[in-house]
């Protein structure tokens, strides 16, 4: 009796041909692909890092030019000073970094109005455009009288109302609390309006050579005879 295979062996068969056929026809491709070289946009977590930490290195910093107002070098009152200072989109953290200025002094000779050991604590403002500055007690020290009290206050509210229209007054605390003076002379118990009075007066200039005493006359020169009067 001669062997006859059944239905079920004989689909078993076509299914393994087949699926060997799919293996060696598709065997090309799938090399391809398990050899395939990574693209740079795949590069590693790290080197993306690095990539993202070396963009900053051209940020062009923004600054602007406000006025600082010193005390005159060769006369008595407020000189004005420009500087370059960075730009906050802020406006109480543009306004320390002005008054900041201020305590560095002049870089053009003029007068220090506050002394360099003074740190600025705060400085914010409120919805009716007063700049609340808020300093060390070292701020009171170093000040000669009355005058140079005077100068000290309206160095700093001159310098942040002339460079900012949104500043109407400004009032000066000393270490977190209102003050009644800096150094016991000038009023601060309450806000103040910027004083453009306390600008230095231009030095007078010297007289001129020619008109200051008249030229001698010349040996055996003739004086003018007197006209009489009638």
Request: a negative charge.
């Amino acid at each position: 009796m001669s062997w006859r295979p059944n239905r079920v062996t004989v689909l078993i068969g076509s299914g393994l041909a087949l699926l060997l056929l799919v293996v060696v026809l598709g065997a090309p491709r799938w090399t391809r692909l398990l050899t395939r070289t990574v693209p740079d946009d795949e590069a590693a977590p790290e080197e993306r890092k690095e990539a993202r930490e070396e963009e900053p290195a051209g940020h062009v910093e923004r600054t602007i030019n406000v006025k600082l107002f010193f005390q005159g070098a060769d006369r008595p009152g407020l000189v004005m000073e420009e500087r370059t200072v960075p730009f906050s989109s802020e406006l109480g953290t543009q306004l320390k970094s002005v008054v900041s200025e201020l305590v560095q002094g002049s870089k053009s000779g003029l007068g220090a109005t506050l002394p360099p050991e003074t740190k600025v604590l705060e400085v914010f403002v409120s919805a009716k455009g007063v700049a609340y500055v808020d300093l060390s007690k070292e701020a009171a020290q170093g000040t000669a009288g009355s005058h140079d009290e005077l100068l000290s206050v309206y160095s700093i509210v001159n310098s942040l109302a002339v460079n900012f229209p949104a500043v109407k007054r400004v009032q000066i605390l000393v270490e977190d609390r209102p003050a009644e003076t800096l150094a016991g002379h000038v009023d601060l118990s309450r806000p103040l309006t910027a004083d453009m009075t306390l600008l230095a007066t231009a030095a007078p200039a010297p007289p001129s050579a020619a008109g200051s005493a008249p030229a001698p006359s010349a040996p055996g020169a003739a004086a003018s005879p007197a006209v009489p009067r009638s």
